[in-house]
């Protein structure tokens, strides 16, 4: 799989994630519905993703989410975490997406946002999981 294809798989994923997510907090509250533009994603290569300095960043004006090829390299190639560069490149996405969707919110509360919706996400997946091991059990 080429890296711009899993890329973009990580992307959708974490996208579902916060929209399904958003849907059911904006469900409890009546608001307008408005059409959301598509949201693009790219490889950066700006000085501070050469350095490393973060993983994915946002550009909110166009709707674009830029990954560092450096990181997302690192992480990927990374034995120490032994998988967990899948999860951390989710996280990272998940919140340069939320920061398209509030482009005024804070930094703080876009983090908090980030955390509590990773660890939602985090147990759809964990109980998935389990789910598909106990039918494989069972059978």
């Known amino acids: 799989m080429k890296d711009v294809d899993f890329l973009r798989a990580i992307l959708e994923t974490s996208i579902l994630y ?3 997510i958003e849907q059911s907090t ?13 949201v693009k994603f790219g490889f950066c290569k700006c000085a501070d ?3 490393l300095k973060w993983l994915a960043h ?3 004006r166009k709707r674009l989410i830029l990954v560092s090829k450096k990181a997302f390299e690192k992480e990927m190639n990374n034995r120490a975490n032994m998988g967990m560069g899948f999860f951390i490149l989710i996280y990272a996405m ?17 983090e908090s946002k980030t ?8 147990q ?3 109980k998935d ?3 598909a091991i106990l039918n494989k059990i069972s059978v």
């Open 18 to 20: 916060v929209d399904m």
């Open 26 to 38: 904006l469900s409890k509250k009546p608001e307008e519905k408005s059409e959301a533009k598509p």
């Open 49 to 51: 993703c050469e350095n």
């Open 58 to 60: 946002a550009n909110k």
């Open 94 to 110: 998940m919140r340069a997406y939320l920061q398209i969707l509030h482009p005024y919110s804070k930094p703080k509360t876009i």
């Open 115 to 122: 955390n509590r919706y990773f660890k939602k996400a985090m």
């Open 124 to 126: 759809v997946v964990a």
């Open 129 to 131: 999981g389990l789910k």
